[in-house]
């Protein structure tokens, strides 16, 4: 477990400073995970509180399947409980948490509890997509501070919504996740720019 801890934690430090640097997780905002192993569950995570512009692999924990730190130093991120959830719930081998903008800005649009995104073709980016014609829907979710006890409402919606690849937190952001962390990060790249896209065909600030 220790040399794939290793090269896992390396894998996510990159992935922390690309996503400050494209704009989705700006300060200590987000917070990203990937499986070490399945049986039992243990998630390499980023700590609470750190720049992910300059994020390195000793900013990143190992947790088993209750939140507890295994191995590293530091506070696993305040919604460790989420990553472990989606884990066990869509069998992802890892969890993207991004704040960008756009994200922020259309999850507090949906009217009917989810936001909903067709016909444009960076869909097929999706995995098992393979037409523009695919509606995405996003279920949104209201933000709290305390994760832990929302874990069932999540757990829930992702049983609802068995075909979504993420879901919005309102004014809070993305969530996202893949078979493995290169899927994962496809999916953030994909669904950031159809936020984008959006944002900007309705006319919305900035």
């Given at each position: 477990?220790?040399?794939?801890?290793?090269?896992?934690?390396?894998?996510?430090?990159?992935?922390?400073?690309?996503?400050?640097?494209?704009?989705?997780?700006?300060?200590?905002?987000?917070?990203?995970?990937?499986?070490?192993?399945?049986?039992?569950?243990?998630?390499?995570?980023?700590?609470?509180?750190?720049?992910?512009?300059?994020?390195?692999?000793?900013?990143?924990?190992?947790?088993?399947?209750?939140?507890?730190?295994?191995?590293?130093?530091?506070?696993?991120?305040?919604?460790?409980?989420?990553?472990?959830?989606?884990?066990?719930?869509?069998?992802?081998?890892?969890?993207?948490?991004?704040?960008?903008?756009?994200?922020?800005?259309?999850?507090?649009?949906?009217?009917?509890?989810?936001?909903?995104?067709?016909?444009?073709?960076?869909?097929?980016?999706?995995?098992?997509?393979?037409?523009?014609?695919?509606?995405?829907?996003?279920?949104?979710?209201?933000?709290?501070?305390?994760w832990a006890a929302a874990v069932p409402q999540v757990e829930a919606t992702l049983r609802d919504h068995p075909a979504a690849h993420g879901f919005l937190?309102?004014?809070?952001?993305?969530?996202?996740?893949?078979?493995?962390?290169?899927?994962?990060?496809?999916?953030?790249?994909?669904?950031?720019?159809?936020?984008?896209?959006?944002?900007?065909?309705?006319?919305?600030?900035?």
């Amino acid at each position: 477990m220790v040399d794939t801890f290793d090269a896992i934690a390396e894998q996510l430090a990159e992935v922390g400073r690309i996503c400050y640097a494209r704009g989705w997780a700006f300060g200590t905002s987000g917070n990203f995970s990937a499986v070490v192993q399945r049986d039992p569950l243990t998630l390499a995570i980023t700590t609470s509180g750190v720049d992910k512009g300059l994020l390195e692999p000793g900013q990143i924990v190992a947790i088993d399947g209750t939140g507890r730190v295994l191995r590293g130093s530091g506070k696993p991120s305040a919604e460790a409980t989420l990553h472990l959830a989606i884990a066990r719930a869509r069998r992802a081998g890892a969890v993207l948490h991004t704040h960008s903008v756009w994200s922020t800005i259309l999850s507090d649009t949906g009217a009917d509890g989810s936001l909903a995104i067709d016909g444009y073709e960076m869909l097929k980016g999706l995995d098992g997509v393979h037409t523009h014609e695919h509606q995405e829907r996003l279920p949104i979710i209201d933000n709290t501070q305390d994760w832990a006890a929302a874990v069932p409402q999540v757990e829930a919606t992702l049983r609802d919504h068995p075909a979504a690849h993420g879901f919005l937190i309102r004014r809070h952001g993305l969530y996202t996740w893949g078979h493995n962390l290169a899927e994962a990060k496809r999916h953030v790249e994909i669904l950031e720019f159809l936020f984008e896209a959006m944002g900007r065909k309705r006319g919305m600030a900035p």
